[in-house]
């Protein structure tokens, strides 16, 4: 409770190191911070979370029960993407569960992460229960080789989660690894439109796109709801503000995290004109006055994407939102559910029978029913599915404690004692 108290203390600094050190605008780094005290929050109910099971005569005077007991060393590779909250998500409930923890953060932007460490010493813990070992890919395989270390958690791209799984798998390790997105949201024709365009534009472009959960894929159904659509979209999209965290509250995202994440999106978006599809926002040579040499990208609307284009298959991390049309509701749910990722989704529409039969049948882990990004609360679980989750039990929520524990079950029998044969009176003198 100590630690929340000083996370609360000191939010305002944590979220300029933050912003300074990522690019975030400033609400969004309070954002980051806050969604990872959420889960320290719900950690401090660890006792009701870590409670066994217990059988009275299970036999003839045999009991049984069972215990959740501590991994001992685990450990936890973050993304660049969420320096505050991605860590907290992972070594909060770890300690709570009483294991040792190293974190190996983003070389992006450690500074954070060493700010929590130092937040949790004053705050009490004792020294070398929580670690932090900075570095690359060197640091990480010494992480997934160490035969002390139980557990691996990992966030970040797919083939560095399969990578990771497999290796830790492979050395005996328990590992939970999250990877990569395609977030499809569907807009039906009887959705309102400017609460979907509202919504498009917050979770495609929010943090410059630099987040698993964006929607990254608007599939309107039908083309009239399409042109609908792209008629609300376009002026927002244009209208959106770009700049440093320090141009004020108004900046709508800031710069992506290096050149070459710019690179690679500025690649993609001419690869999906060279394949056909249409620029109805067009935000290529965005310039920023006085950041001529920032990592800034301009927000881009692709229409008429089709499901064989690269900006369409592949994770673009970037301010880039691609329209899939589709002639048909079915077709719409095939699109998400054919994609190999499978993190979150979401469904725009006024019918509940629509939004109860999307919510059923798609194969995705994280679903929102009129609600853009899904990111479940601090109470519930985490993950996706496909190629965007390796492993069986999610993050946060009542998964985390199974992850960071192992159960052990005791079947106990007390033979008679001397409940039996014991004397209690005093017995005459001879």
Known sequence: MKFVDLLNRDMDKLADALSREHGKTLPDAKGDVQRGLEVVEFCIGAPHHLKGEFTDSAGPGIDMYSMRQALGVTAGITPFNF?????MWMFAPAIACGNAFILKPSERDPSVPMMLAELLEEAGLPKGILQVVNGDKEAVDAILDHPVIQSVGFVGSTPIAAYIYERAS???KRAQCFGGAKNHMIIMPDADMDQAADALVGAGYGAAGERCMAISVAVPVGDDTADRLIAKLAPRVEALKVGPYTSGEDVDFGPVVTAAAKQNIERLVQTGIDQGAKLAVDGR?????????????????FDHVTPDMDIYRQEIFGPVLSTVRAGSYEEAIGLAMSHEYGNGTAIYTRDGDTARDFANRINIGMVGVNVPIPVPLAYHTFGGWKKSGFGDLNQHGPDAFKFYTRTKTVTARWPSGIKEGGEFNFKAMD
């Open 83 to 87: 320096p505050a909250m991605i860590p």
């Open 285 to 301: 040579g965005f310039s920023l006055q006085g950041y001529e040499d920032g990592f800034f990208v301009g927000p881009h609307l």
């Open 170 to 172: 492979a050395n005996g």
